[in-house]
């Protein structure tokens, strides 16, 4: 017994030397501790089991070991291509939360003001007949599903499968919406096909990598350690073009900060100078380019039930030219405060034909009133010289949840999507009918609520029953000013279903306690296509279930058992071959289970036993068949669009009464709203709570000292929080920025509401506000 | 019985000497990076307050540019 003792906590040592040493890679990358790192952590007799990582959308293979049933340690995955053995601090401890003392163990349903501990089917059959009832009373659009980028591949399959198939409503959407829609939308309006033609493998061959509003040595840490490796050993340059210093920034080649929402400008002003300059690749735009342009001053959706339709209208290069002329160096410079030197030398770079680059990006470009446009826009730039789809050349834009593509994007968990294509088109409609064996005519062809407007709904009392799932919607989304008494009202039935308590679960008619990441097996997808597989490696505790599994017992209660024939034991798997079967063929197959069983993953298209690494190139993809060397097949014609789009303003700026921008985000320590993080003691104690940040001299000018309590205040609601100063990141003047992980500090509730018309995604990037002493 | 792991920046140049004063400490183990001004600090105390007492010797070391707090276990 003794020696066990001292053998579990010499373990412990070096569990707690791995964490540090894992940190460390992360922020200084080949760093190099000789034998220990080598040796890593003991093996034991821990049985270790693969699958992918619960957070970020880097999509990092790890190991948990797993001792009598108990997850006792995780390490990277050396052999995962992603992240070759490295993890970051959130990776390293995501095990410890499961263990946390408030764990939802079993249901509870809301009885006279009070939670009740139910049995789970008790629970479930309340849910299935409050649904039932709701829609024989109101309709089947009085009923919502909101689920997630969390959630497994087969639990946004069957969310699906309920709601549009079985149901018959489009009342489906996913807080995807608040982080991805805007890259969807700008890859579909760009290229007809949605996600990144390229990989990570792109970092080994970039000389350059150019972050849009990107804050990846906090967000995603494991590729930014990856490119810091390039850049110490073969001289990779990377430029961080942002509103905010930050620790990529610190640890970049240069830092170029601009004016928020004139990063539209700055990327026409990138395309001016390569045309101007003579470095448009004509061979490549003459073949595999269309210039369209779309309608302009087109709204931020601040009242309820906007409603925006783009309209496209084919444009010649020379209007093009023409349009751009708005754009020059000179006058830009003037309203987005990056100089004219380095607008030039932006655009040097993408211009210079013998230099390979990298476009990074993620919330800075999506959550944005005019994301689609921004998407567009840095396309725009890589399709003017040709550096696209090539080792080293491309765009990629990156994703913040585990499974935003994977299941959001692909499986189709927003109102207007189907597991292969849109509700609008009857072809995907026909398609889903038939391998979902429901009538054809049970599949709505028009999209209902996107995220902002179905809890407008809520509020309105247009819906009356609201099933959230993996996601914590009162503390994300924006305006929680409205949506939090919204969801309070008796008019709608809130169940939520979660591993955690949360301020969404507070509002909640029942709690179903749901399995977390590993102890039920799932399926992910990443940022770089790449679809990951687990099986369960430890028992939940109490009663808790997949929400896959609570989503089909829903289903059979509802008399939908016959959609729903999934065996328990087996239903990952099950589900998973039916899906499939939506995406089979060259320019979108999915790799088979026993591949995945084996394999760290593996990226889609997945043909021949082969992942395809870079789309449209027809030397590396073999959905290509125009018989040219790149074919943008997601458009009828074959290429892919340079859209016009010009500069337009944030719907919200600073002025007398509001002088400073609101800027929201995140840190390396914490996942999104902090319901599992905030329940790891060693990253609970390194943030342990949020901040406002100020520039040095703002703060100074007001009086305001480090750690002072003060209040952010917008038209909207007002949050106090300790004022940070020359800590984590450096605003520029007249700019604070707040992270959102603290329940305690709802800074969402000073947010706006305002999204971009294309895409519905709200902006969490910029808003107006004023500074109070507290 | 805290055990801890910290990332150690030392003054410029300072490095062998930060390491050669935390051997001075029975509750320390150092593991020094070969190629970056780091260490790596696996602290292993008996309780609470020994391990807050440790933490404040650790910063008083001269040789100490800054320290970080990566882990933190409670062995019972």
């Known amino acids: 017994m003794a020696q066990k003792k001292i053998d579990r906590r010499s373990f412990v040592k070096k569990m707690a030397a791995a964490a540090a040493m894992t940190a460390a890679a992360t922020m200084f990358p080949g760093i190099v501790f000789a034998s220990e790192q080598e040796q890593g952590i003991p093996s034991g007799n821990l049985d270790w089991k693969k699958g992918p990582c619960r957070f970020c959308g880097v999509g990092c293979g790890i190991l948990v070991g797993v001792d009598n049933g108990k997850a006792v340690a995780v390490k990277g995955d050396p052999n995962s291509s992603v992240n070759k053995g490295l993890l970051c601090v959130k990776g390293y401890h995501q095990t410890m939360c499961i263990q946390a003392k408030d764990r939802l163990e079993y249901a509870l349903v809301k009885k006279n003001g009070k939670y009740v501990k139910t049995p789970l089917s008790e629970a479930l059959d309340l849910v299935a007949s409050k649904m039932k009832s709701t829609i024989e009373a109101h309709g089947k659009d009085s009923v919502a599903m909101y689920t997630s980028g969390q959630s497994t591949i087969p639990e946004g399959y069957v969310a699906s499968k309920l709601m549009k198939g079985a149901i018959g409503t489009n009342n489906l959407d996913c807080n995807a919406r608040l982080c991805m829609a805007s890259a969807v939308a700008g890859f579909l309006t760009t290229f007809g096909a949605d996600e990144p033609m390229g990989c990570y493998e792109d970092i080994d061959y970039a000389d350059y990598f150019i972050t849009w509003g990107n804050n990846m040595a906090e967000m995603h840490p494991v590729l930014f350690s990856r490119m810091l490796e390039q850049k110490n050993n073969r001289g990779a340059k990377i430029i961080d073009f942002a509103t905010r210093t930050t620790r990529s920034s610190m640890a970049s080649n240069k830092s170029i900060l601009f004016e928020p929402q004139t990063d539209l400008a700055v990327a026409n002003a990138i395309c001016y100078e390569i045309i101007n300059n003579g470095w448009m690749n004509k061979k490549f735009v003459d073949e595999h380019t269309n210039f369209l342009k779309g309608k302009t001053n087109i709204g931020y959706g601040l009242e309820d039930n906007f409603k925006f339709k783009d309209k496209a209208t084919k444009i010649s ?94 499986v189709g968990t927003f109102t207007h999507k189907l597991p292969k294509g849109v509700v609008m088109n009857e072809k995907h409609r026909k398609l889903a009918a038939k391998i979902w064996k429901v009538p054809y005519e049970n599949i709505p062809s028009k999209p209902t609520y996107h995220a902002t407007e179905m809890f407008r709904a809520v509020d309105r009392g247009d819906i009356k029953f609201i099933w959230t799932q993996v996601t914590n919607p009162l503390v994300s989304l924006p305006k929680t000013s409205r949506y939090r008494p919204a969801m309070e009202k008796e008019s709608c039935f809130v169940v939520v279903s979660d591993v955690f308590p949360t301020p969404t679960s507070d509002v909640a008619d029942v709690i179903l306690p749901a399995k977390w990441h590993i102890e039920k097996g799932g399926l992910y997808g990443n940022s770089e296509r790449r679809t990951q597989y687990w099986q369960t490696m430890v028992e939940g505790p109490g009663e808790t279930e997949a929400d896959a599994w609570m989503t089909i017992e829903v289903a059979k209660r509802m008399g939908y058992g016959d959609l729903f024939p999934y065996t328990k034991e087996g239903h990952v798997e099950e589900i998973y071959n039916e899906y499939r079967q939506f995406h089979e063929g060259k320019k979108h197959g999915m790799a088979p289970l026993e591949v995945l069983e084996k394999e760290s993953g593996a990226i889609w298209p997945f043909v021949d036993g082969k992942s395809t690494q870079w789309r449209f190139n027809a030397a590396h993809d073999p959905a290509c068949d125009n018989g040219k060397d790149f074919h943008f097949y997601g458009k009828p014609d074959g290429k892919a669009v340079i859209w016009q789009r010009p500069f337009e303003p944030a719907p919200e700026v600073p002025d007398g009464e509001y002088p400073f921008w609101l800027n929201t985000g995140r840190v390396i320590e914490h996942w999104h709203t902090g319901s599992m993080t905030r329940r790891i003691p060693v990253l609970h104690k390194a943030m342990p709570q949020a901040y406002v940040e100020f520039h040095p001299e703002d703060a100074k000018e007001m009086g305001i000292r480090n750690g002072e309590n003060v209040k952010v205040v917008s038209r909207r609601g007002s949050c106090v929080l300790p004022a940070s100063i020359n800590e984590r990141g450096l605003p520029t003047r007249g700019q604070v920025f707040v992270p959102f992980f603290d329940e305690n500090m709802m800074i969402n509730d000073v947010t706006i509401d305002a999204f971009c018309p294309i895409s519905k995604e709200p902006d969490y990037k910029k808003c107006a506000v004023k500074i109070e002493k507290v | 019985m805290p055990i801890k792991s910290y990332i150690l920046h030392p003054l410029k140049g300072q490095k062998e000497l930060l390491i050669s004063d935390l051997k001075g400490f029975t509750e320390c183990e150092v593991i020094p990076a070969q190629n970056h001004e780091v260490v790596i600090l696996v602290t292993d105390t008996s309780s609470e307050i020994a391990d807050t007492n440790l933490f404040n010797k650790l910063n008083e070391l001269k040789n100490l540019k800054h320290m970080s707090l990566v882990s933190g276990f409670e062995d019972k």
């Open chain 1, 317 to 410: 290069f020379e209007d093009f030219k023409v349009f751009l002329e708005d754009y020059t160096p000179e006058k830009v410079a003037k309203y987005s405060k990056v100089s004219v030197k380095d607008i030039k030398y932006l655009a040097a770079i993408y211009g210079d034909p013998n230099k390979k680059v990298v476009s990074y990006w993620c919330m800075g470009m999506n959550q944005h009133t005019r994301g689609t446009w921004m998407n567009n826009l840095v396309y725009n730039i890589h399709l003017l010289t040709g550096k696209i789809s090539e080792p080293g050349n491309g765009p990629f834009s990156l994703t913040g949840q585990p499974s935003a593509c994977g299941t959001a994007r692909e």
